[in-house]
């Protein structure tokens, strides 16, 4: 999980943000099926997933996947579900660039310890450590006790250690040992392989 820094809120957040949280939450207790709005003939949600993907150079906000088109369909995260928080649905601030994988591994789940890769003290080597033996991460043992709970969370929240992305991890550094300095921003897992 790289740190981001949030870009500026996209002029259609500004304008609508308010009244399609209302009207989402309005069709859920109603039990009608909702649609993203549409402006100028685009899905509101494309006009949010452009500067989401600049934000993160089109890798997934949590396990670091790239190109998130390529390997899954681009999601837009909505870090405080939209169903618990539906207050918070079109909040620019909670949305995130994600794969599918991350996404569905989340579900509608939520801990306040879960980290948010643009808080401001957020820095991957504060949390993590990564076993380049397994691929795996885990909480960083020199962290303080809260900072290590807070990585266990976002590990197990995002199923950071499961499936394929351990051995993917791995094969991307042996693939990193072949990468000339100053180029590692365009491949997946790069804070993995620094």
């Given at each position: 999980?790289?740190?981001?820094?949030?870009?500026?809120?996209?002029?259609?957040?500004?304008?609508?943000?308010?009244?399609?949280?209302?009207s989402?939450?309005?069709?859920?207790s109603?039990?009608?099926?909702?649609?993203?709005?549409?402006?100028?003939?685009?899905?509101?949600?494309?006009?949010?997933?452009?500067?989401?993907?600049?934000?993160?150079?089109?890798?997934?906000?949590?396990?670091?996947?790239?190109?998130?088109?390529?390997?899954?369909?681009?999601?837009?995260?909505?870090?405080?579900?939209?169903?618990?928080?539906?207050?918070?649905?079109?909040?620019?601030?909670?949305?995130?660039?994600?794969?599918?994988?991350?996404?569905g591994?989340?579900?509608?789940?939520?801990?306040?310890?879960?980290?948010?890769?643009d808080e401001?003290?957020?820095?991957?080597?504060?949390?993590?450590?990564?076993?380049?033996?397994?691929?795996?991460?885990?909480?960083?043992?020199?962290?303080?006790?809260?900072?290590?709970?807070?990585?266990?969370?976002?590990i197990?929240?995002?199923?950071?250690?499961?499936?394929?992305?351990?051995?993917?991890?791995?094969?991307?550094?042996?693939?990193?040992?072949?990468?000339?300095?100053?180029?590692?921003?365009?491949?997946?897992?790069?804070?993995?392989?620094?």
């Amino acid at each position: 999980m790289r740190k981001q820094v949030r870009q500026e809120e996209p002029p259609v957040l500004k304008n609508g943000a308010v009244t399609w949280a209302a009207s989402w939450s309005a069709s859920r207790s109603e039990g009608k099926p909702w649609r993203w709005p549409v402006k100028d003939g685009i899905p509101v949600n494309q006009w949010i997933l452009e500067p989401l993907r600049i934000q993160t150079a089109s890798h997934c906000s949590f396990c670091d996947g790239f190109p998130v088109a390529a390997v899954s369909i681009e999601t837009i995260e909505h870090f405080h579900p939209k169903s618990t928080f539906p207050e918070k649905a079109f909040e620019w601030g909670n949305l995130f660039y994600c794969c599918t994988r991350c996404q569905g591994a989340k579900k509608e789940r939520f801990d306040p310890g879960i980290l948010k890769p643009d808080e401001g003290e957020y820095d991957f080597a504060r949390y993590f450590i990564f076993d380049y033996t397994t691929g795996e991460i885990s909480p960083n043992p020199i962290s303080t006790t809260e900072e290590q709970q807070r990585a266990f969370i976002t590990i197990e929240h995002y199923k950071l250690n499961d499936g394929i992305l351990p051995q993917e991890r791995r094969r991307w550094l042996q693939i990193r040992r072949k990468i000339p300095e100053g180029e590692l921003d365009d491949f997946a897992y790069r804070d993995f392989l620094s």
